[in-house]
């Protein structure tokens, strides 16, 4: 997740408390506690970031907002952003606020001798100051965790709970989209509207598939919304998949901001597909009709899949059905026919 990169404000929050009466920090021989908001790596001596830490900043066992460079194992690794009071072993209520406008930070404590004072800590209400830090914010901090440090000997205990991370808003691509063999071009619509898959997968080899939403291509506006719970910011490639036709990928990946609705043409030129994978048809650019057994070719394998059917007078919602009028006849070979002439097969990067 990158920061800075959100279209909301971020919320963390959590109770916590550690039974040391001096938690002096991170050092050898040192204890401290720390909530790890973000980080960039998964392991304790590398990695940058930003945490809530109780430990010794000057003569005080202040709570600190922080960032951190090179790992969170020595004090010198970390840089308050905001810090106050004099917690040692309380019980710890915490919430940190980041907006992205402006790259600022507001940190909130509530703290009890005896009890922690927030079953649900994103209640948090005591604000011990804000600050604005964008060291890094632009990052990519996927790893969020707990961090101890006391000495094994020491009969000493630490409590995290109720903890509370930033939520993922949904993210709609509004997909324009046409299936050549459902294509009435006296009418300019298609036969049917139909469902199809698209998977978000990453820029780089090997193109892990990030999310995935299913919906269905209207007949008459050639378009869908498909909802993305769970992708974070960055560039991804389109896959398209449909019951019926070539599997088809965006030409480039295409930039996408966590919870920001956006869109992608693939109807308005070839280009829009990679290999220019699409089929001119009536001034529309539409994904290739006849691939009816998903082996990313239209080949005899098709065509024999749909004679079979068309033989058995079958109908239905079928994948041999290319025209979309619910029976499998000569039409919907012609169609898988034009398209082995062409020599038809999946790309993808």
């Known amino acids: 997740m990158q920061f800075s990169a959100s279209s909301s404000q971020l919320v963390w929050a959590i109770n916590y408390r550690q039974t040391r009466a001096d938690p002096s920090g991170f050092d050898n021989n040192n204890y401290g ?8 790596t998964n392991d304790v001596t590398t990695g940058n970031g930003y945490a809530v830490v109780l430990g010794q900043s000057g ?27 004099d917690y040692a072993n309380e019980y710890l209520s915490i919430k940190v606020v980041f907006n992205p406008s ?12 005896s009890g922690f004072p927030q079953s649900d800590p994103a209640n948090t209400q005591t604000q011990i100051g804000s600050a604005s830090d964008s060291t890094f914010t632009s990052f990519s901090l996927p790893y969020l965790g707990t961090l101890w440090n006391h000495a094994t000997g020491a009969s000493d205990s630490a409590v995290f709970d109720d903890i509370v991370i930033p939520g993922i808003a949904p993210t709609t691509l ?12 006296q009418n300019n619509v298609m ?12 820029a780089a080899f090997p193109y892990d598939v990030a999310d995935s939403a299913v919906s269905t291509i209207d007949s008459v506006s050639f378009t869908g919304s498909f909802v993305f719970n769970s ?18 990928w965006s030409k480039l990946p295409v930039s996408i901001t966590s919870g920001v609705t956006f869109s992608y043409n693939f109807t308005d030129a070839a ?4 290999g220019d994978n699409l089929k001119a048809v009536n001034n529309k650019f539409c994904l290739y009709s006849g691939e009816v057994n998903a082996d990313g070719i239209i080949d005899g394998a098709d065509i024999s899949t749909i004679e079979n059917d068309a033989g058995s007078s079958l109908f239905g919602y079928v994948p041999s ?16 026919d034009n398209n082995i002439v062409l020599t038809i097969i999946l790309c993808r990067p």
């Open 33 to 40: 506690i720390a909530f790890i908001l973000g980080k960039t």
């Open 59 to 85: 003569s005080a066992d202040a709570i600190r907002l922080a960032r951190f460079t090179g790992g969170v194992n020595a004090n010198s690794k970390f840089t308050n952003i905001v810090s106050g009071g």
């Open 102 to 113: 402006g790259n600022t930070w507001h940190f909130y404590v509530d703290s009890s001798p």
């Open 174 to 185: 509004n997909l324009t989209a046409i299936m050549e063999g459902f294509y009435e071009t």
């Open 191 to 202: 036969s049917m509207k139909d469902t199809v898959r698209v998977y978000l997968r990453n």
């Open 231 to 248: 992708v974070t910011s960055g560039a991804y490639y389109l896959q398209l998949i449909h019951r019926n036709s070539i599997e088809t």
């Open 271 to 274: 280009a829009k597909a990679y």
């Open 321 to 336: 059905d290319l025209n979309g009028d619910y029976f499998v006849d000569a039409s919907d070979e012609s169609i898988a």
